[in-house]
Nanobody, 121 residues
Framework: QVQLVESGGGLVQAGGSLRLSCAASGRTFNNYAMGWLRQAPGKEREFVAAISWSGIRKYYADSVKGRFTISRDNAKNTVYLQMNSLKPEDTAVYYC??????????????WGKGTLVTVSS
């Protein structure tokens, strides 16, 4: 089992920045690819970003490319999502997830409970 706990969400104005963190515990963190997904009110959950266990391969949804950056610190068992130039349409609950392989269509094995990001216009 892998336990994931997100933090860093909050209210920010459009154009602002936030950094989300996801702390992992349980099985060896650096054996897992990590990802961020989000779910806006009334919408389905969607992929945001993913990173391989080594941190070398990264994947992004087209809607966040150039604005969001995913990274990880295996020594701290933590994955990050730096979000810049935020838009109101980025408002969602952001979930951290873990899986054996990173990718845009990955079936994630473990999930955190989510952290709310609200972007005001």
């Amino acid at each position: 089992q892998v336990q994931l706990v997100e933090s860093g969400g909050g209210l920010v104005q459009a154009g602002g920045s936030l950094r989300l963190s996801c702390a992992a515990s349980g099985r060896t963190f650096n054996n897992y690819a990590m990802g961020w997904l989000r779910q806006a009110p009334g919408k389905e959950r969607e992929f945001v970003a993913a990173i391989s266990w080594s941190g070398i391969r990264k994947y992004y949804a087209d809607s966040v490319k150039g604005r969001f950056t995913i990274s990880r610190d295996n020594a701290k068992n933590t994955v990050y999502l730096q979000m810049n130039s935020l838009k109101p349409e980025d408002t969602a609950v952001y979930y951290c997830a873990a899986a054996q392989v990173a990718g845009i269509t990955t079936n994630w094995d473990y999930w955190g409970k989510g952290t709310l990001v609200t972007v005001s216009s």
